[in-house]
């Protein structure tokens, strides 16, 4: 794929961004995507967007202004116009050298548009489609996992900024964002939670939030959104809007009926909307089985065009290809091996398992597989604690039933709970259904999923990290590829391979779409991970002081037992609280909160006025831990009717907890210690492998260029590089220091420590040793998603006092960071309980090298 169009258009993206992004019409767009990057001018990184999203908004963005937003026939003439040769070589067309001789670039363009015969018999119908739309359209082909929703919040926001800034600008100012299906709208809700604040600069952002309305249509009802109105953003599934339902046939035709009226109603109101842009999730849906027959999303699209003229259509997808016809709207290009080669993808090294079922029972199969995942992922668990998991894909339900009985053979022999299998298919209940969508939650224990009909596209499940696919093969569009690589979303902090699981016939399906929308092959892919080094770093201490926090906690004891008589007696009535019902609403317009309360409260009108005296009596026996029958004699004596007003059971209840109470508050104090190495877990087993010196090692595994940079950069620190006169450091070799300021606090702190030890057991480098089962030295923190995550801080110095001192260090342009916010009070929370205990400092430097005077207080410590 050399010399294609996305090429041409990145070197000249690259280029503008040189220039600094000059644009004298909209000189906004610099501040925009300069805002992007660090702070640093040396430095490279990104303060949000991956760097091939990053990519991705800069040609998208490269195209509207620089070029003007053409159609994609005139980008071609753009750059190929100069030999017809090279334009139609490009675009794919077929001509014979005599034919190529007279031919006009506009008749050939013309043919393609309307010689539908022609067109066939060339087998260029993916270009016939780019000719013959009215609108700018565009593909973004981004690799499963790249961050293709995070891309298409990034544009609307930045195309909004831009429409507040120019008005009678040619900007988007409403973004229809479209899903093929239930499971791709879910992960678009996404969108709703994205924070906005690191893609656009303070200024903008707070107009953009002002004015941004998010709307998530719901099944039969007209969407909300005003006509006429201004920056909205609508996320639907083409079933939503459709404008075909009235060519299926229903036997409730009235009911069907009014369906269709809804629906027309919902896009009439959207093709209402002015300067409208349409994001187009997963892209290759546009295209039905056939050229012929184009999918709804194609069809709504033009609808909506015909109505008001839209501003641009973005497609994204990852496989930009049509039976091996790349689609000619194509400019921007990052595909597997480039996500697996940047570590924004799993790798698969050696990984994919291909079996012969003619060679091999089918029962085998599946004992290699379990035996296989277990062995290799059975302790493995991403940072919040969720373990790996494990998605046998099935075609139909017969297949999926015998294959269960085999799994749970396999489980039980390899010494495994069945327990841990879950099933989710078209056709499973309510239960099924909640427990599939839990499977991100770190409690969750199921690890062996099987599917029919599911956990394909958009589905993110971060722990996947094995996908089989045995014996039953599909011909529906890329199912195969989409299945099999669903597992190789890579998350932060992981180390693991993927393993994709299949039978012959499967493989060679995977390897023919590989090849047809990616260019490569398996082998290939397999062979990425060639990109990567592995350092192994040693473990020289397992012996290292503990670190102790001691905490005071109240706990409410009995002061002496109660007498056990409880005597009750007619209370006075007492005004009974009301129930209130308050109505929510939901609000996706900031990045927070979801359910909003509108101020509609209501209070329920009150029920039956009495309750009988067994119910009483049992709600006062379980609510005070008592004997039901005493309590029930009693009350039938008060009340001889059997019948108790409600406004008498709060009085009732005082009574009992007066004679029940005699409680008091104590304070004990009790003390946590932290480990700040494990070498062995709670069984007794090792945690860490065995070198060949039989000393226990750590592996690390860096894409080759982080590699690289960080021993250019000298960040790998071995010990025998360093004077450590008193063997106070490196309990492992070599440190991995995540920057350069880490090493030089490092280098200065050691200096000091060698002229002044006495009072110090330990100084230790503890950011780059990760992993919960290796080391206890981690908090936790609520991170914005509203999860919690583990800290690792980078150092500690240990007094031989048992007093400590943690050091976290930072770029300046961290500070006020919310993550880095959240970390420290993590930490904080400890030490405002045991000040002369430990203390904690980030050290902010705005240089790669730590001043004195910032370490001052650390030096203090220490002396």
């Known amino acids: 794929m050399e010399n294609t169009l996305f090429d041409k258009l990145t070197e000249d993206s690259v280029q503008w961004r040189k220039g600094g992004y000059a644009c004298a019409d909209h000189p906004l767009i610099g501040e925009i995507l300069a805002f992007q990057k660090e702070a640093q001018e040396d430095s490279p990184a990104l303060k949000f967007l991956r760097e091939p999203q990053f990519a991705a908004l800069e040609t998208y963005w490269y195209v509207r202004l620089k070029l003007k937003t053409p159609h994609i026939i005139d980008l071609y003439k ?52 780019a000719v013959i739309l009215d609108y700018p359209s565009y593909i973004l082909a981004l690799a499963m996992g790249a961050g293709k929703t995070v891309l298409i919040g990034a544009i609307i926001a930045t195309e909004f900024a831009m429409a507040l800034r120019y008005p009678k600008g040619k900007f988007m100012k409403n973004a229809l964002v479209f899903a093929p299906g239930t499971t791709i709208i879910e992960s678009l809700r996404e969108l709703s939670g994205m924070p906005y604040e690191k893609i656009l600069p303070p200024d903008l952002h707070r107009n953009f939030i002002a004015n941004l309305k998010i709307e998530f249509p719901s099944k039969g009802k007209e969407i909300q959104t005003q006509r006429v109105s201004s920056y909205n953003l609508i996320v639907t599934n083409t079933e939503k809007i459709s404008l075909r339902a009235n060519r299926r046939k229903n036997q409730q035709k009235d009911a069907f009926e009014r369906e269709e009226v809804q629906a027309n109603l919902r896009l009439q109101k959207i093709a209402s909307l002015p300067d409208l842009g349409v994001f187009s999730d997963e892209a290759h849906h546009t295209y039905g089985n056939t050229f012929e027959k184009l999918k709804r999303v194609r069809e709504t699209i ?67 597989i379990i035996r296989e995942f277990f062995n290799t992922y059975g302790k493995v668990s991403l940072a919040d604690g969720s373990k790996a998991k494990i998605a046998f894909y099935f075609k139909t339900q017969r297949h999926l039933n015998e294959s269960r009985l085999l799994i749970e053979q396999a489980m039980t022999r390899a010494g495994e709970s069945v327990s841990q299998i879950l099933v989710n298919t078209q056709t499973s209940g309510s239960a099924e259904v909640d427990e599939f969508k839990r499977l991100n939650n770190p409690t969750n224990q199921k690890r062996v999923i099987l599917l029919i009909g599911k956990g394909v596209e958009g589905w993110n499940c971060p722990s996947l990290f094995a996908c089989a696919l045995i014996k039953e093969q599909t011909t529906s569009n890329n199912y195969v590829l989409q299945a099999a690589t669903r597992c190789l979303r890579q998350v932060p902090g992981n180390q693991h391979s993927a393993k994709i699981f299949l039978d012959y016939g499967n493989a060679m399906i995977l390897d023919k779409e590989l090849q047809n929308n990616f260019g490569t092959d398996l082998d290939r892919l397999s062979a990425v991970d060639r990109e990567k080094e592995t350092v192994t770093l040693r473990i020289l201490k397992t012996e290292l002081p503990k670190l102790e926090i001691t905490r005071t906690i109240k706990r409410a004891v009995r002061s002496k037992a109660p007498n056990g008589k409880i005597k009750l007696k007619k209370p006075k009535a007492q005004k009974v609280p009301a129930i209130l019902r308050s109505i929510l609403t939901p609000d996706f317009s900031g990045p927070m909160e979801i359910l ?53 059971l709060y009085g009732l209840f005082q009574q009992v907890e007066e004679q029940q109470a005699n409680y008091k508050t104590i304070e004990e104090k009790i003390t946590e210690v932290m480990a700040l190495i494990k070498v062995k877990d709670e069984a007794g087993n090792d945690v860490f492998e065995k070198g060949d010196d039989s000393t226990y090692v750590h ?84 991170g914005e998603d509203k999860r919690y995550h583990r800290y690792f801080p980078d150092f500690v110095l240990v007094k031989k006092t048992g007093e400590f001192y943690i050091i976290e260090v930072k770029a300046e342009r961290d500070r006020g960071d919310n993550t880095v916010e959240a970390k420290k009070k993590s930490v904080e929370r400890l030490q405002n309980i045991q000040p002369d205990k430990f203390k904690y400092q980030i050290v902010y430097t705005p240089t790669a090298t730590v001043s004195a005077e910032t370490i001052k207080p650390i030096i203090d410590w220490i002396d």
């Open 302 to 368: 033009n609808y909506i065009h015909a109505q008001t003229p839209i501003v641009a259509v973005i497609n994204t997808t990852g496989t930009p290809y049509y039976k091996k016809q790349i689609l000619k709207e194509v400019i921007v290009w990052y595909g597997l091996g480039e996500g697996i080669a940047d570590n924004i993808l799993k790798d698969l090294n050696n990984g994919i398992h291909q079996y012969d079922i003619a060679e091999r029972a089918e029962h085998e199969v599946f004992d290699d």
């Open 699 to 782: 592996h690390l595994r860096l894409l080759k260029r982080t590699y690289e940079r960080m021993k250019e950069k000298g960040l790998f620190a071995e010990s025998n590089e360093y004077k450590d006169q008193h063997d106070l450091s490196f309990h492992y070799t070599p440190y991995n220091f995540d920057s350069e300021p880490e090493r030089s606090l490092f280098r200065q702190i050691l200096s000091v420590l060698n002229t002044n030890p006495d009072e110090v057991e330990a100084f230790l480098f503890t950011g780059g040793l990760t992993d919960p089962k290796k080391t206890d030295f981690h908090f936790e923190y609520l």
């Open 78 to 129: 753009h750059y190929y116009s100069d030999d017809k040769e090279t334009l139609f070589e490009a675009l794919g067309v077929p001509l014979s050298r005599d034919a190529l001789e007279f031919a006009e670039i506009d008749g050939v363009i013309e043919k393609v548009r309307s010689d539908s015969d022609w067109v066939k018999k060339n087998r260029i119908q993916a270009l016939h489609e």
């Open 596 to 648: 909003m309360p509108t101020g509609d409260t209501k209070e329920l009108p009150a029920g039956r006025k009495t309750t009988d005296c067994h119910t009483a009596a049992w709600k006062i026996a379980s609510r005070y831990h008592v004997p039901v029958m005493p309590i029930l004699k009693q009350l039938n004596a008060l009340y001889p009717k059997g019948e108790l007003p409600n406004n008498h």
